[in-house]
């Protein structure tokens, strides 16, 4: 029996991947390859300083093997945080970045190969951390918790292809995503359904736009239901290339129902399947496919959720099928422009602002009735303001309200629209005109994140921070996983900093920091309540991380992108910031 056993082992192991290489080097094959080379050697040599053994590399791959757990986890942490830094000259889209996945676990030994469950874990793993990140099991989070220096985040249990049992996994990134809501929800009293990004069945990168775009199309049509309660887009679609169950979803988010499918595009002609699964009793209530030509492809969507809405809830067709429809453009590339649009907004850096104004001014050009084109082209020139990069300021602002409201005129009951329309209403201190641009837009979809953080945005502008904190609390629950939870965290963040609820807001500020996409509003909150508490030491060293990420702050800087209506809350912020060291 012992001979049978002589080649087997428990040992640590380590597998990492390089995230995106088929992207990147489709846009620079030698020069992605010199990279991605440089950070293979990069990492092997940190495993070797580490006394740990690179056993095999698969093209863009690693694995290894560790004798100490604690030394793999200290290894991994290293390799991630060094790759971060090198990665500070690129952008988002050209960043090298790898995926590494730690686990623990018997394994046969064979020619200096590792072979077993253990070895294939640890790739699932990896494949399931975010790029730039780590995802380890349990077993190993057991053998270094309190040992540990870095912040592994409960990810809870995942079921991964061709390993038999569920596994408790936990995640670390550079930067640490915290949980900023309680991970198990009561459910509604409504029926309740989060719609998870389209798989791309396509061969081609390019469409995973268009695949995603049918799925936000769908959250749209079934948000504006006021019986429903709809998990905004961005946090069903944070669940998008996991293995996560679907009941663990439905938990996660505080759901019964999950829809899920695919697109598959080929010349002029798609084809979606969806199915409609109850997540808490785990059964699929619902599925089909449609084959259509392309340019019928906005009458599928409608077909999809007529027939998601007449499942959950046959009572209701009756009095609600007469809703009041978005207009969509029929111009396909129109509205991929829009999409990518989108996406660069959401990034809240200068050059991505450019680009997203680019994506949508085209998006216009091709389609001038395309409403929420120009909502997103307010949307985008709004951040272009904030963010404090515009050249022509007065003009700008002309161009981002007539962008408004041309949204408005040309479809009334499209929500994203009036957010457009309020979002820069904002900035030229129109208040009173933005909240009711952001109601209007909650009338016409009740579960829209974005219209609810708005309006809170726009409340503790005007004087009104107690109001501000429950618009907060209501978009930070209906899209729990945001990536632009920094956003709404930032913002409230400052309403409690106004009603001097200062340990809250530092909390607050510090949960916004902590996002791997933020921008200096992230430290506004912090920096003005250590001024005006006179904890100069953490304000000064609060102050130095700010200016790394806008090294142009200052007093005039903060009037001209918040413009505060109400004098003593303006007065106060001031204070508070003036008190951090603030330049004038």
Request: net charge negative; hydrophobic share 40%.
């Amino acid at each position: 029996m012992a001979e049978k056993f002589s080649n087997h082992k428990l040992t640590a192991i380590l597998y990492a991947d390089v995230a995106g290489y088929s992207r990147l080097t489709g846009k620079d094959e030698m020069g992605t390859h010199k990279r991605v080379m440089e950070t293979l050697d990069y990492a092997s040599e940190a495993i070797k300083q580490a006394d740990g053994t690179v056993l095999r590399y698969a093209g863009d791959a690693i694995l290894a093997e560790f004798s100490s757990v604690l030394k793999l986890v200290q290894t991994a942490v290293k390799i991630q945080t060094e790759l971060e830094s090198r990665n500070t000259e690129f952008s988002a889209e050209d960043k090298i970045q790898i995926r590494i996945g730690l686990n623990i676990g018997e394994v046969l030994e064979d020619r200096g190969e590792i072979y077993g469950d253990g070895v294939n874990l640890a790739a699932r793993l990896e494949a399931a951390a975010e790029p730039g990140g780590i995802c380890i099991s349990a077993a190993v989070y057991e053998q270094i918790r309190g040992k540990f220096d870095a912040e592994f985040l409960d990810g809870g249990s995942q079921t991964f292809k061709n390993i038999a049992n569920p596994v408790q996994v936990y995640y670390w990134t550079p930067r640490v995503l915290p949980e900023v809501a309680p991970p198990d929800f009561a459910l509604p009293s409504k029926p309740s359904i989060a719609i998870l990004a389209f798989e791309n069945m396509s061969n081609d990168p390019e469409q995973n736009f268009f695949a995603e775009g049918i799925s936000e199309d769908i959250i749209t049509e079934l948000s504006k239901f006021r019986s429903f309660f709809v998990i905004a887009r961005n946090s069903s679609f944070a669940f998008k290339a996991q293995s996560t169950d679907v009941k663990e979803i439905g938990r996660k988010l505080g759901v019964r129902y999950v829809v899920e499918g695919s697109v598959r595009r080929a010349g002029d002609r798609v084809r979606i399947t969806a199915q409609l699964i109850d997540a808490i009793d785990d059964k699929h209530l619902w599925a089909d496919r449609y084959d259509r030509e392309l340019e019928d492809i906005f009458a599928v969507q409608d077909e999809v959720t007529q027939a998601i809405v007449t499942t959950i809830e046959p009572q209701l067709i009756s009095s609600e099928r007469q809703r009041a429809r978005r207009k969509p453009t029929k111009n396909l590339n129109a509205w991929e422009s829009y999409q990518r649009g989108l996406w660069h907004i959401y990034q809240y850096k200068p050059e991505d602002t450019i680009k997203a104004l680019e994506f949508l001014e085209n998006a216009i050009q091709l389609d001038p009735n395309f409403s929420s084109a120009y909502g997103g082209f307010a949307f985008a020139m709004y951040v272009h303001l904030l963010m404090g990069i515009s050249r022509d300021r007065d003009g700008d602002l002309e161009r981002g309200l007539k962008a408004g409201l041309t949204a408005v005129s040309i479809d009334e009951n499209d929500p994203f629209a009036h957010v457009g329309l309020g979002r820069i209403r904002i900035i030229r201190a129109e208040h009173k005109q933005a909240i009711a641009s952001f109601d209007r837009a909650i009338e016409l979809n009740p579960s829209f994140a974005l219209a609810h953080y708005g309006k809170a945005h726009c409340l503790w502008h005007c004087g009104h921070p107690d109001q501000a904190i429950n618009s907060h609390d209501e978009a930070m629950r209906l899209s729990p996983r945001d990536p632009l939870m920094w956003t709404f965290l930032a913002s409230k963040a400052i309403a409690l900093y106004m009603l001097q609820r200062y340990e809250e807001a530092l909390d607050c500020s510090h949960r916004a920091q902590q996002y791997p996409i933020t921008a200096i509003w992230a430290h506004m909150g912090e920096l003005a309540t250590l001024g005006v508490l006179n904890r100069q030491e953490e304000a000064q060293e609060a102050l130095e991380r700010a200016l790394i990420l806008q090294p142009d702050l200052s007093i005039s800087f903060v009037k001209q992108a918040l413009p505060i209506t109400h004098a003593a809350s303006m007065e106060h912020f001031i204070d508070g910031l003036t008190k951090a060291g603030v330049p004038d």
